[in-house]
DNA sequence: TACACCACGCGAT
DNA sequence: ATCGCGTGGTGTA
């Protein structure tokens, strides 16, 4: 008998709204940017392509009980950064391969869809990357608005409001 | 398979 | 500024 795989989810209060932080096999998994209300924060979640899981659960504590503080400096301005496992596996290689690349852009640094492709794939699948980041269940963390166009800001699953935001938070 | 979609980039108007 | 096309991974059927 095989244990069930547990997704967790846990929200949390922020200046700028409810965001919700999910786990699954004790690795992160995904995050909801700032919402107005826990009930759309959710509807985001629910829109994420998590793993594979047989029940959501909330309430469970933290694995990384410092991660709220952290988020919270990093909407005051903070320098801070985000070296917490995460989880990955429902991607395809190629999506990951994106993702955990753009996770090693630092702070206050940006690159643009090229550079990423070009460094994660030796290709130019750059609109395939900008795909692949739209896919991204963890911004943020995995910090894909650090990801521009050459000439542009590109785009943003959460309004391109929220990417200047985030960006201007990093100057 | 085949086909459509896409958070790009580039060169030609 | 805008258009058209190359480009390549993914989702859907």
């Given at each position: 008998?095989?244990?069930?795989?547990?997704?967790?989810?846990?929200?949390?209060?922020?200046?700028?709204?409810?965001?919700?932080?999910g786990?699954?096999?004790?690795?992160?998994?995904?995050?909801?940017?700032?919402?107005?209300?826990?009930?759309?924060?959710?509807?985001?979640?629910?829109?994420?392509q998590?793993?594979?899981?047989?029940?959501?659960?909330?309430?469970?504590?933290?694995?990384?009980?410092?991660?709220?503080?952290?988020?919270?400096?990093?909407?005051?301005?903070?320098?801070?950064?985000f070296?917490?496992?995460?989880?990955?596996?429902?991607f395809?290689?190629?999506?990951?391969?994106?993702l955990?690349?753009?996770?090693?852009?630092?702070?206050?640094?940006?690159?643009?869809?090229?550079?990423?492709?070009?460094?994660?794939?030796?290709?130019?699948?750059?609109?395939?990357?900008?795909?692949?980041?739209?896919r991204?269940?963890?911004?943020?963390?995995?910090?894909?608005?650090?990801?521009?166009?050459?000439?542009?800001?590109?785009?943003?699953?959460?309004?391109?409001?929220?990417?200047?935001?985030?960006?201007?938070?990093?100057?």
């Amino acid at each position: 008998m095989k244990q069930p795989n547990l997704f967790f989810y846990s929200p949390i209060s922020t200046p700028f709204g409810i965001s919700i932080i999910g786990w699954y096999d004790n690795r992160l998994s995904a995050f909801v940017l700032p919402q107005q209300s826990l009930d759309e924060a959710r509807n985001i979640l629910n829109s994420y392509q998590l793993p594979k899981h047989d029940s959501q659960n909330t309430g469970s504590s933290l694995p990384w009980p410092d991660l709220p503080d952290k988020i919270n400096a990093y909407f005051q301005g903070e320098k801070v950064s985000f070296p917490e496992p995460v989880y990955l596996e429902q991607f395809h290689p190629f999506t990951r391969q994106v993702l955990e690349t753009i996770r090693t852009i630092p702070w206050g640094e940006v690159m643009t869809y090229q550079q990423v492709a070009h460094q994660a794939t030796q290709s130019r699948a750059y609109r395939a990357t900008g795909q692949a980041l739209g896919r991204n269940p963890i911004p943020l963390i995995i910090p894909c608005h650090r990801v521009v166009a050459k000439n542009s800001l590109g785009g943003f699953g959460y309004g391109l409001e929220w990417k200047s935001r985030l960006l201007s938070l990093e100057k």
